[in-house]
């Protein structure tokens, strides 16, 4: 099992809904990621926190945004998204400082109709 | 912007046989990690290399890193389908701040 929990693992949504996807991690890790898989490609990195505040904006669009509560949990708030949304939503982990190695939860399967 | 390449990007063997995945930068690596992804489930680091040359195994998997820090390679002995899955190269940027995967290896072995 992973120690990274995403919650839920699948999600149907209309263009006009609004949902959250959530990401709880109790590693004690204080970088916290969300990456955009879609099928047969590479994750892409959305958003990263260090220390609960946003440090990188991989330039994405306003319908997605980020909520760091505490050093434990991720949000991700999703707002009257497009059907090329659907992808799979990953989110990670990691201890600061160094280049070290992400810990990823299994992803949340977002569908977008 | 640094870009990291595998290949090749689609590999289907028969069980029992062995094979090499490769990964290459644009510009020198700074620490390189490998992860595999099963269906269904997020990535997983199987090693991170770090010095010139370096070689490191887990099991029937063989990691090398290039002498010039811009290309590795994965090495896989005697493969089983349970090694069936998408093996992606990572890097992190000069910042040390953002982790960028390659293209990745789509690997299926049957039994």
């Known amino acids: 099992d992973t120690e990274v929990t995403q919650t839920p693992k699948h999600l149907v949504m209309g263009m006009t809904n609004k949902k959250s996807l959530k990401c709880e991690q109790h590693m004690g890790h204080r970088a916290m990621y ?6 047969k490609k590479p994750p892409e990195l ?5 220390y609960e505040k946003l440090s ?8 997605f945004s980020p909520e760091c509560p505490n050093s434990s949990l991720l949000n991700l708030h999703l707002h009257a998204l497009q059907p090329e949304d659907s992808a799979l939503y990953l989110c990670a982990s990691s201890h600061t400082g160094g280049r070290t190695p992400l810990h990823f939860g299994n992803g949340t399967r977002l569908t977008v109709t | 912007t640094q870009l990291l390449e595998q290949s090749p990007q689609f590999l289907s063997i028969q069980e029992g046989e062995n094979l ?3 990964c290459n930068s644009s510009s020198v690596f700074s620490s390189l990690q490998w992860y595999r992804q099963e269906p269904g489930e997020g990535p997983v680091l199987l090693v991170t290399v770090v010095t010139d040359g370096e070689v490191k195994k887990l099991k029937r998997l063989t990691f090398q890193f290039g002498d ?3 290309d590795s390679s994965l090495h896989i002995t005697a493969a089983q389908p349970g090694d069936t899955g998408l093996y992606l ?3 992190y940027n000069n910042a040390g701040n953002m982790l960028t995967f390659g293209g990745g290896t789509r690997l299926m072995v049957k039994p």
């Open chain 2, 89 to 91: 190269c990572a890097d």
């Open chain 1, 46 to 50: 959305m958003f990263v926190y260090s």
């Open chain 2, 68 to 70: 010039a820090r811009k």
């Open chain 2, 20 to 22: 090499t995945v490769y």
């Open chain 1, 56 to 63: 990188i904006n991989e330039s994405v669009p306003s319908r």
């Open chain 1, 34 to 39: 969300w990456y955009k898989q879609k099928a």
